[in-house]
């Protein structure tokens, strides 16, 4: 098998894969945002072995196929419009997934194979975290005061509410909304990276010479 084929056939099975995890949730918040069973590492595998441009491919294409998963599956895009359904699928599935893919950038930083793979994965998810935040502060942030004051958030929600107003309170739950499924996704793609950099011909993959 060729390198352009076997990287097409490679691509498609782990983007295939990564779609079929996302379904898996651990758990799901009610407003969108979900801890899935490590369904972010496929797109950062395929960005570390084959670099940031395929990666980022990579990634929007899985970002595309999460957005029509999130449209026909969950309440992302209720009550917005069309220009809110436009930054959500740019911020929230295209930017965020396609950061996945960059990954890569770290494989000739590090030289242990385990903590190369490792650092790409968990620098390739924050930055999906930041896109999320980005889409929370500017599309979503009218929902601060009333989440602060929900159930969960007694003493605490007060205290965010009396300190934070405007933009800044927004980004507040912006970042602790979106931190809620991303840490916990992050903490598991990073653990998956370590298992798979164990495993020889995982880690003979990974570091492979590019084509």
Same mark, same amino acid.
């Given at each position: ?8 056939? $490679? ?14 949730? @651990? ?7 979900? @801890?899935?069973? *490590?369904?972010? @590492? ?22 595309? !196929?999460?957005?029509? #998963? ?23 599935? $295209?930017?965020? *997934? ?7 950038? *770290? ?14 994965? !968990? ?15 500017? #599309? *979503? ?46 903490? $598991? ?6 298992? !798979?950099?164990?495993?020889?011909? @995982?880690?003979?993959? !990974? ?5």
């Amino acid at each position: 098998m060729n390198s352009p084929t076997q990287r097409l056939t $490679l691509s498609g099975v782990m983007i295939g894969m990564g779609t079929v995890l996302s379904l898996v949730k @651990v758990f799901e918040l009610p407003y969108g945002g979900s @801890v899935t069973l *490590f369904s972010m @590492v496929p797109v950062i595998f395929l960005g570390f072995v084959y670099g940031p441009k395929w990666g980022l491919l990579c990634g929007a294409v899985f970002g595309a !196929l999460q957005g029509l #998963l999130g449209a026909t599956m969950s309440s992302a895009f209720a009550g917005q419009q069309w220009w809110g359904v436009a930054l959500i699928l740019l911020l929230d599935y $295209l930017f965020a *997934f396609s950061a996945l893919g960059l990954s890569g950038i *770290f494989r000739q930083l590090i030289g242990n194979p385990a903590a190369s793979f490792a650092t790409g994965t !968990l620098a390739a998810s924050l930055m999906r975290l930041a896109c999320h935040f980005v889409s929370g502060v500017i #599309l *979503f942030g009218g929902y601060a005061e009333w989440y602060f004051t929900q159930e969960g958030f007694p003493a605490f929600g007060a205290r965010i509410l009396e300190r934070y107003s405007g933009i800044g309170l927004s980004a507040v739950y912006s970042l602790i909304y979106n931190a809620s499924y991303m840490l916990p996704e992050t903490a $598991l793609a990073v653990f998956a990276a370590v298992v !798979l950099a164990s495993v020889k011909p @995982v880690r003979e993959k !990974l570091f492979q010479a590019r084509t």
